[in-house]
């Protein structure tokens, strides 16, 4: 054989090679489609390595801008193919704004959920404000439900977040609890006596620092979604959000509001010590399961899901903004192997349209050796308010600039 045909086997080989890692062996000839995108928290589904092997394999590239909901809802989106807000208040102004007949699809549903640390829900649960769900082998569990009303009331020393909590005017609320304060000495004689509080992404750019808010403002307006109250006299119903966000500004005013990547710093090995409960999503808590139960072969038992009642579902959209976007609409639509990724990713896919099929999900966990967590026992649902009610309480409870305009 020529010695330049023999020359060129690896390098043939080593394109086979790429060609059956990338996904891409029927078409290796088709050209790649890079689709810009702006997403939020949900781009971790995107930027998974299995992920984009599978988006590869149909010829598809996202490249993708990271961006808050907020930002994405009030900025131009010239020149975007595709945008996943990761709550539907962002959706529906972006769907509005759209002079084309769309393509979208709400392909999975994620709970809202505290991420802690079993000593400190041992102390939530001896307080009365936390209840352990079952483990089915009897041993520690992973999941807490968490009665919000009482726990408002550790974060600012009032009933249930109904009273005045800021009362000196120093931003800081009156009376509220510590952890030593609530038994937290007690469990196994660690010490703590930092105040009880919640720590959150950046409340003026994070939909889950938003919906959290949102699920504070639901609760403190008695389980009533704010903006709903005196429709018929508008002077009335924002006078009404105005105090109910001064009310609950000091809920959220000390906590770690610039932290950008909050589940990172909670999963990290410096996390109960960055802070002792953290805002997250359930899938990202799921996710880390998974992969520590596959390096470990055991659950992660030191971290622990609090479950608020009533509870917050966010409802990520993906949204399509050109033909290029339509394309990857319709496969997350369509193609079972992204659905499945999404499953091994801790998400709850909606598979016949409906609010979450946790049983697909619930199912994978069981396989892999991990707790699933048990279905809420209190149905009551935190509805946010729109976007205009979510927008005032944001900017007055975060001090937050009007959102910046894209030049088109």
């Known amino acids: 054989m020529p010695r330049h045909v023999v020359g060129a086997l690896p390098i043939a080989l080593a394109g086979l090679i ?112 936390a209840t352990p769900q079952r483990a089915p082998d009897g041993g520690p569990t992973l999941y807490y439900d968490l009665k919000m009303p009482a726990f408002m009331s550790l974060l600012d020393g009032t009933d249930g977040g109904r009273g005045t909590a800021d009362q000196d005017g120093d931003g800081r609320p009156e009376g509220a609890d510590t952890w030593n304060g609530i038994g937290f000495d007690t469990v196994r004689g660690r010490s703590n006596s930092g105040r009880v509080l919640v720590r959150t992404s950046n409340v003026c750019e994070s939909n889950a620092a938003g919906t959290y808010l949102s699920l504070l403002a639901f609760v403190a307006n008695g389980n009533t979604t704010p903006g709903t109250e005196n429709v018929n006299d508008p002077r ?67 971290r622990v899901l609090l479950y608020p009642t009533p509870y917050a579902l966010t409802e990520p959209q993906l949204i399509s903004l050109t033909d290029g976007g339509d394309r990857l609409v319709r496969l997350l639509q369509e193609d079972g192997e992204l659905r499945d990724r999404a499953i091994e990713l801790g998400f ?61």
């Open 236 to 302: 009335l119903a924002h006078d009404a959000v105005t105090d109910l966000a001064a009310r609950i500004k000091p809920l959220i005013s000390l906590q770690g509001m610039w932290a950008d990547e909050q589940a990172d710093s909670y999963l990290s090995d410096l996390g109960e010590s960055i802070a002792p409960i953290s805002l997250i999503y359930e899938h990202q808590y799921l996710a880390h399961q998974i992969a520590h139960h596959d390096r470990s072969g055991e659950q992660d038992t030191d």
């Open 18 to 129: 790429a060609l059956l890692i990338s996904g891409n062996t029927l078409r290796p000839f088709e050209r790649i489609v890079t689709l810009e995108a702006r997403m939020a928290s949900k781009s971790d589904f995107f930027r998974d390595p299995e992920v984009q092997r599978l988006l590869l394999g149909h010829g598809i590239r996202v490249d993708i801008r990271r961006l808050g909901s907020r930002g994405i809802a009030t900025q131009s989106l010239t020149g975007t193919d595709v945008v996943f807000p990761s709550g539907q208040p962002a959706a529906k102004i972006i769907l509005d704004r759209q002079d084309r007949s769309v393509r979208s699809v709400r392909p999975f549903v994620t709970p809202l959920v505290l991420g802690t640390f079993r000593d400190y829900a041992d102390t939530l649960v001896k307080a009365g404000v």
């Open 348 to 408: 709850r896919v909606r598979f016949s349209g409906e609010d979450g099929t946790s049983e697909r999900l619930n199912a994978y966990l069981g396989d892999h050796g991990i707790q699933a967590p048990a279905a809420n026992p209190d149905q009551t649902k935190s509805y946010e308010p729109d976007l205009e009610v979510l927008e005032r309480i944001i900017t007055y409870v975060g001090t937050c600039p009007p959102p910046v305009q894209d030049t088109p």
